[in-house]
């Protein structure tokens, strides 16, 4: 037993230890970074992609049924994607009317702020326009005719892939 007489006491107060101090370390940083992820929570915004996801579940069958009419009029589209430009080259069965101009969805995986709905003009053979500059990593490509009757879907990596050749959903 430690006691004034004997030679190991060490009368110095609690507080002015090492081991209390390194034993509330890991307790202390957890509160902190509790508190800096409770402040993010409340002051950033969730991302929700899609509001209404029984709606969106409905549109299913129309979805599959615009791919199926994209596949029996032979549609395929090669989309190449530049710094600030997409443009898409469209090809079709013997034929099949291409449509003066093309609506181009650009999505994001998760973040639906960052998505693009474009209306690309035919231009020599071709569809193309200006895009805002997009961040690195996946995006899905939608290209839809002004009527929206067929529609073709696809992924592209930026900066990987540049150049995509986009086909209708085997059905």
């Known amino acids: 037993m430690n006691t004034r ?26 509160l902190v970074l509790g508190g800096v992820l409770l ?3 409340i002051t950033t915004n969730d991302g929700l992609v899609v509001d ?10 129309q979805t599959i ?3 199926v009419v994209a596949a029996e009029q032979g549609l395929a589209a090669e989309v190449g994607v530049r710094a600030e430009e997409i443009r898409i080259a469209l090809d079709a069965k013997q034929g099949v009317e ?5 609506i181009v969805t650009i999505i994001h995986p998760t973040r639906a702020g960052f998505d693009q709905v474009l209306r690309l003009p035919r231009v020599d053979g071709q569809y193309a326009g200006p895009i ?6 996946r995006w899905h ?9 067929w529609r073709l879907h696809g992924d592209v990596r930026i900066p990987d892939e540049t150049q995509v050749r986009i086909l209708p959903y085997d059905v």
Do not use: F, K, N
């Open 52 to 61: 209404d996801y029984y709606r969106q579940g409905r549109a299913i069958d």
């Open 132 to 137: 805002a500059p997009m961040s690195l990593g």
């Open 65 to 67: 049924a615009r791919s």
């Open 39 to 41: 402040y993010l929570a």
């Open 98 to 102: 291409l449509p003066p101009e093309l």
């Open 141 to 149: 490509v939608q290209i839809e005719d002004p009527e929206r009757v």
């Open 5 to 30: 007489s004997d030679p190991s006491y060490d009368p110095t107060p609690w507080y002015r230890q090492r081991w209390p101090w390194l034993l509330m370390v890991m307790p202390g940083i957890s």
